[in-house]
């Protein structure tokens, strides 16, 4: 009888810790969901733009720039520069653009959490514009890079406008738009003319009457765009005939659907060196008004 109340004893204790280690474990339990959870410390993120699903998508006319960054591009707008993001699948139609090209594009506007003042543009289409360059879309002045005397520097270049086009020339010229006629400054005999060819013309017909008129002056030689190295960009023709005191071209290129003709006189003397590539540059940013 005494060995079954010590059995009872011992039962009942054994019992009692079980139940009291159970209770221990479920407060502990309780203890570490109630406990902060540990985080890692993270970046602050600059706020996010808030776009409406519904977003209005805008037109847009403007030049362009270039790349401020990979997803990034500048855009002059009534003349005026301003940044647009790129959205999900224009970066190689933006890649594909060049410096002063007219573009046409589409883009929606997002405020900044916070902050809505501030308006984020993105675009959503981008692509050049065919036909005319405004000429409010152009900037007044813009920079252009040469290797002067074997020497790269960079040199400022002023919106002028003719008959039908604008170009950019630089402090070395004066720009008669009443003649059409692009002039050096020290020297009145280095200059260019410039007339903006009809629809329709004929390239064949332009190359025969320049090799009449150049063969006076000496051999007339044909460039090819590839052999060379003048600031003019691309070009449908240029005929070049050198004398022993003159030499002269003719040109013939074409930009966005608009030919332009230049004929260009260069006598041999001092500022030779600096007139070609600045009138080089100058023909190349021409553009259709």
Known sequence: MKNK?????WTILLSSTVLAAFLLSACNGNNNNNAAPTTSPTESATPAPTESPNAETK???GVFVGLADSHTVEITVDGEAAAYQLGEGTEEAANALK???????EYT??????????????????EKAAGDTPAKDLPATKDFKFQL?????????????GEGYALYIFEQFKFDAAANKLIMNVDNNYYVEISKLPEGFKLDDIKADA????AATGDVQ???PKDSSSMIGDFDLML???????????????????????KVNQPVGEPTEGFSPLASASMGSIVSQ
């Open 211 to 214: 090799e009449k008129e150049l």
């Open 5 to 9: 109340n010590i059995t009872t004893k």
């Open 222 to 224: 044909t460039i090819d």
């Open 109 to 126: 506007e997002a405020a900044i959490e916070g902050d809505a003042t501030v308006k984020v543009l993105t675009i959503t289409k981008i």
């Open 99 to 105: 410096e002063g090209d007219a573009v046409t594009f």
């Open 59 to 61: 037109q847009g006319h």
């Open 240 to 262: 070049k005939a050198a004398g022993d005191k003159l030499t002269k071209e003719v040109i013939v290129k074409t930009v966005d659907g608009a030919s332009f003709l230049f």
């Open 149 to 161: 005397e074997g020497n790269e520097e960079t040199r400022t270049g002023t919106l002028a406008k």
